[in-house]
């Protein structure tokens, strides 16, 4: 038998067997998948449907006004100035976008395709176009718009607004698009969940930040002054897309190479990040994933573990830091206390009603720790279950898992009580509110082991730390969110009063420093005590709701 007999070149084979789709199908699916996850999405309950729709038009009404203020900022003197500010916090935004919100948005994540017969650059056609379609870059438009008709003067700003504006929209998108893409694999791993955490983080602070500029802006009298805008507008609308937007703004001004200039700065960064982009693409469809690989360094941590308590105590206090360590959760927990205590702080330097007492809010927050223990732990805690026979077991359990905590909250606080002390000048006032402190520490720690054990509630299946519980359990949510910041509250009251009696009777306040962490003790180990008694009748009920998270 010939070669010719066999058909067609063997080399020409492989592409006959399997061909690619055209470029202009894969395209069209792309768009229709987005489509598709948009409506599923809305379909899982009545309950998401509502919040989506009622958030939609919160956000839309939000961006609305926010839009119709700037709108009306024009001819007014910095109103250009403004709206580059505006771009810029925009830019940043979606550059920081993915850190954050990548687990939430099925779309953004590229190497769900890597495995399919796709050609990289109609992949990159068809994810653009799909990330143009949602209510994100519905509002940003608005923001654009608004911003360009501030900055925009004249009629001869019209044609550079009209392409300004979808130009600075389509960068805007494809930055988020390519930082996704290159950091695909590093946040669908566990390090970027800790992004995540750190990155809502920064969100809050940034909006804090906003806030006091917003402040900063608006005069005495309620006054608009934006002169103090213009020596970072002046060199922010260089930089694209800003300058995308600003280009009206020469353009009104009669700068007309300027404006070209500007737009063409803004053409150059979408051509390098949709060609970043698109080499991402094709790295992931052709080289394997190294983030298995074994993590020497936290190997190397274990042996620290000679510090801790022996017994099952320091077993259970060794596992409780891990988890704070390691699970996204629990670390965005921590994180999160600290980081609205440090918001807390500033917010009150910068204001002007400093007090180093606002530092309890750390041991408030931190002893809270303790809340829903066996629920975090989900179906492993069945190993742990199986271990607890005695009342001795169930009490050493808790006690680690309570010295856990203090391992990190009591650094924690006092960090934050000295840097508090030395940007108010309140030394004398410090010994008193770290034993305040230290009270609203333990009787976090005590209140929290009781409702670990009375009130336990699932934890969802998944590690995404912007989720914190699972369906149907919102009631028994509130009632370890509000109940325990309540109930630490009256607990800590007796320490308030003695500190307010000797605060207003002019005498020192030291013995506070004593009082509290004793008075704090005593409740922790009333509580942990209590809780363990309570921990081996109801061992069924907590173990058939943690291991509800799996299901």
């Not at 009306?72 to 850190?99: E, K, Q």
């Not at 143009?132 to 550079?160: D, K, Q, W, Y």
């Not at 500190?499 to 922790?524: C, F, H, I, R």
């Not at 809780?531 to 109801?538: C, D, I, P, V």
Request: charged residues 10%.
């Amino acid at each position: 038998m010939s070669r010719t007999d066999l058909g067609a070149d063997p080399a020409a084979r492989p592409a006959d067997r399997h061909p690619l789709p055209a470029d202009r199908e894969v395209v069209r699916t792309l768009v229709r998948l987005k489509l598709r996850l948009l409506a599923n999405g809305l379909r899982r309950s009545p309950q998401r449907r509502a919040v989506y729709l009622v958030g939609t038009g919160i956000g839309l009404l939000f961006v609305g006004l926010i839009a119709t203020a700037f709108a009306f900022l024009h001819g007014h003197a910095g109103a250009a100035d403004a709206a580059a500010l505006l771009v810029s916090g925009m830019t940043l935004s979606w550059a920081a976008l993915p850190l954050f919100l990548f687990s939430t948005d099925e779309s953004a994540d590229p190497t769900r395709l890597t495995m399919l017969p796709l050609r990289p650059r109609a992949m990159l056609r068809g994810t653009l176009l799909g990330a143009l379609i949602g209510p994100g870059p519905v509002l940003t438009t608005l923001l654009l718009t608004g911003a360009v008709i501030a900055a925009a003067t004249g009629a001869a700003a019209v044609p550079f607004a009209v392409l300004g504006v979808p130009l600075a929209l389509v960068t805007l998108v494809t930055l988020s698009r390519a930082v996704a893409a290159g950091n695909a694999r590093l946040l669908s791993s566990r390090r970027g969940k800790d992004f995540a955490i750190f990155g809502g983080l920064l969100f809050a602070l940034l909006i804090q930040g906003g806030n006091i500029l917003s402040q900063s802006v608006l005069g005495g009298k309620g006054s608009l002054d934006l002169s103090g805008l213009h020596p970072v507008a002046s060199v922010l609308r260089w930089v694209p897309p800003v300058s995308a937007i600003d280009a009206a703004r020469s353009a009104g001004d009669g700068a007309y190479g300027t404006a070209v200039a500007q737009l063409a700065l803004a053409a150059a960064l979408l051509a390098l990040l949709l060609r970043w982009w698109g080499g991402t693409l094709q790295q992931l469809m052709v080289t394997a994933d190294a983030s298995t690989q074994i993590d020497t360094a936290s190997v190397s941590r274990s042996r620290l573990t000679g510090i801790l308590p022996p017994g099952r105590a320091g077993a259970a206090m060794q596992r409780h830091l891990r988890y704070a360590w390691r699970e996204p959760r629990a670390k965005a927990a921590v994180f999160t206390s600290i980081g609205m205590t440090l918001v807390f702080c500033v917010l009150s330097v910068v204001q002007g009603w400093s007090s180093v007492y606002v530092v309890a809010v750390a041991g408030l927050m931190l002893g809270l720790q303790m809340v829903n223990l066996f629920g975090m732990d989900g179906s492993a805690f069945w190993m742990v279950a199986s271990t607890i026979a005695t009342r001795r077991d169930a009490r050493d359990e808790l006690r680690g898992r309570a010295l856990a905590v203090v391992a990190y909250a009591v650094p924690s606080v006092l960090v934050l009580a000295l840097v508090l002390a030395a940007a108010t000048g309140q030394w004398g006032q410090l010994p008193a509110a770290f034993g305040l402190t230290l009270a609203g520490l333990g009787s976090g720690l005590g209140l929290g082991a009781m409702l670990s054990v009375l009130a336990p509630y699932t934890m969802p299946a998944d590690s995404n730390p912007m989720r914190n519980a699972a369906p149907g359990q919102s009631g028994v949510v509130l009632l370890n969110s509000f109940g325990s910041m309540v109930g630490v509250a009256v607990l800590t009251a007796p320490v308030g009063v003695l500190l307010g009696v000797l605060a207003g009777t002019d005498s020192p306040t030291w013995p506070v420093l004593l009082v509290g962490p004793l008075y704090g003790a005593l409740l922790a180990v009333v509580g942990v005590r209590t809780a363990a008694e309570r921990l081996l009748q109801r061992l069924p009920e907590i173990l058939a709701v943690a291991v509800e998270r799996s299901s």
